[in-house]
């Protein structure tokens, strides 16, 4: 029986085979106007519109398909892009700290070779990690302490010049009287033509400014002249720069020179510094009245 089977289908499969070649054969060789090509024209006309019609019916379909998946696909495009610009943003800044980090720390270096700088002492380099929030006081905040030999007295320079002085100690931290506070004063002196160079102290204010006092009013003091540390008194270390001279002026009633200085260092942008550590035996003392 199934073999009876297999036979007629492969009968019609040759059937049809034979029919299709003739088909074809006669399609081929009939002329434009014959039968075969006259029903498939009328195929055609038939199908035509429904095609036509069908396509009018999905175009909306298919172009909001392509509309939702485009603004999903923006969406997701813009996404990634405000990331890639985040990170690049992200990365310049942290270059740009960098680069204003390794310009700080070559200073603090360049600043130890000066000729000024005592060979004998030992530096111990240090990061702001706070500011009083007063404005009456003018301290900071470093993270070295005790444990890093840091001690009372000890003279605090940038690679600008003088910062102050440490005023109180803990394990692992520190508290810096800055030279422009108040409760300061620096015994320095002028660089100028003179030999010996004009003496005097400098004092800080509670609006952050600094004074030099107690200078001969018959010393000839000019604007820009360099002020720096004279050493006396035992409170800092001797040479170290303070600032430049920015006014001067003269009072018949007055004794001595009004004198305002200007600062090398910029309080307000100090990140890193450096704790001068005096050799065994040095004397230095503690500034009075810097707290505990």
């Known amino acids: 029986m199934a073999r009876k089977t297999a036979a007629q289908r492969q009968a019609v499969l040759a059937v049809l085979l034979l029919v299709s070649v003739a088909m074809l054969t006669w399609y081929y060789r009939e002329p434009v106007g014959g039968l075969l090509h006259s029903t498939q024209r009328g195929g055609l006309r038939v199908i035509s519109p429904l095609e036509s019609g069908t396509s009018r019916l999905f175009d909306p379909v298919v172009g909001a398909y392509h509309w939702v998946t485009g603004i999903f696909s923006a969406q997701s495009e813009n996404s990634q892009l405000r990331q890639e610009v985040d990170q690049l943003r992200n990365q310049v800044i942290s270059d740009k700290e960098l680069e204003n980090e390794n310009k700080r720390l070559r200073d603090m270096l ?23 929030a007063s404005s009456w006081n003018a301290t900071i905040t470093i993270d070295r302490g005790s444990n890093d030999g840091i001690a009372m007295g000890q003279t605090v320079v940038s690679g600008q010049g003088l910062v102050g002085q440490v005023s109180a100690v803990a394990t692992n931290s520190a508290q810096v009287l800055t030279i422009i506070d108040h409760n300061s004063h620096v015994e320095a002196k002028l660089q100028t033509d003179s030999a010996s160079g004009a003496m005097g102290t400098v004092i800080g204010s509670v609006n952050g400014e600094l004074d030099m006092d107690f200078v001969d009013k018959n010393e000839k003091v000019s604007k820009n002249d360099v002020v720096v540390t004279s050493g006396s008194g035992k409170l800092f270390v001797k040479g170290i720069p303070i600032g430049v001279v920015d006014q001067v002026s003269d009072q018949e009633i007055d004794y001595f020179k009004r004198i305002s200085v200007t600062p090398f260092v910029d309080f307000n942008r100090l990140e890193e510094l450096m704790v001068l550590i005096p050799p065994p035996g040095a004397d230095q003392s503690p500034l009075v009245g810097t707290g505990g």
């Open 110 to 132: 360049g600043f130890t070779n000066q000729p000024f700088y005592p060979r004998d002492y030992k530096t111990v380099p240090a990061r702001v990690i706070g500011r009083s």
